[in-house]
């Protein structure tokens, strides 16, 4: 079975009673709750040694999702690297939300990853590419009543598919779902999300994330460790 490893700061549900309401067992708790319905899961944290991103756990996870936000900085160097090392080497990896500024994210990507935001919006998620196989069996456009807008320019380098475009009611536009192919790694990165609104229960939100980590399994038998200078 396809083992999935999920990390989140665990950081605001701790510290803010209105977020706790919303993930009593933490984002990651959620997560979790639906993806082990098709995968072998578990999960990390921040606060966990090594954030719990151990090379020992690295090597035994196929997709690896995180959520990130209010400790990006924080966050290990030297871990960031062993991520990124390990997508190199063929490890998926799903990023959502604002784990779009994380390290890991940065590293791989090389770009400032900065955008336009705003709190308090709705969202009408669009699917822009119906053929991929993360759209499949997903609606659209899929209504978000309550999320953080995330608005163009986003500073990405070109991605290998734009999936989803968000459309915000205050006009905004937004590539809310996007491949990327590093090394012998796959990426997808999801927009929605913010912790203050009970996104991650929509039952089309939790399908894209299903398929996204599908998307991002390995394509090959066994970690390649690239060699080239440019890779390391």
Not at 4 to 10: G, M, R, S
Not at 192 to 221: D, L, T, W
Request: charged share 25%; net charge negative.
């Amino acid at each position: 079975m396809l083992k999935v490893t999920i990390w989140n700061e665990y950081k605001h549900e701790r510290e803010y009673e209105n977020i706790r309401r919303v993930y009593p067992e933490g984002i990651h708790g959620c997560l979790s709750s639906f993806l082990k319905e098709d995968f072998m899961v578990r999960t990390a944290t921040f606060d966990m040694p090594e954030h719990g991103l151990t090379e020992e756990v690295l090597k035994d996870t196929d997709v690896l999702v995180i959520w990130s936000h209010a400790l990006q900085e924080e966050f290990s160097d030297e871990v960031a690297e062993r991520v990124r090392r390990h997508v190199l080497a063929g490890m998926g990896l799903v990023a959502l939300h604002s784990a779009h500024f994380s390290k890991i994210m940065k590293k791989l990507l090389g770009t400032s990853m900065t955008l336009k935001w705003r709190h308090g919006d709705s969202e009408k998620l669009w699917c822009t590419c119906p053929t991929h196989p993360i759209a499949q069996g997903i609606p659209s456009p899929i209504v978000i009543p309550q999320e953080e807008m995330y608005g163009e320019y986003f500073d990405i380098p070109k991605p290998d598919d734009v999936i989803f475009t968000g459309w915000f009611s205050g006009g905004e536009v937004f590539r809310s779902g996007c491949t990327f192919t590093r090394g012998y790694g796959k990426i997808f990165y999801f927009q929605p999300g913010h912790e203050e609104y009970p996104i991650y229960y929509m039952p089309q939100i939790q399908q894209i994330i299903k398929n996204g980590v599908r998307f991002c399994v390995p394509s090959v038998a066994e970690r390649i460790y690239p060699e080239c200078e440019e890779m390391k």
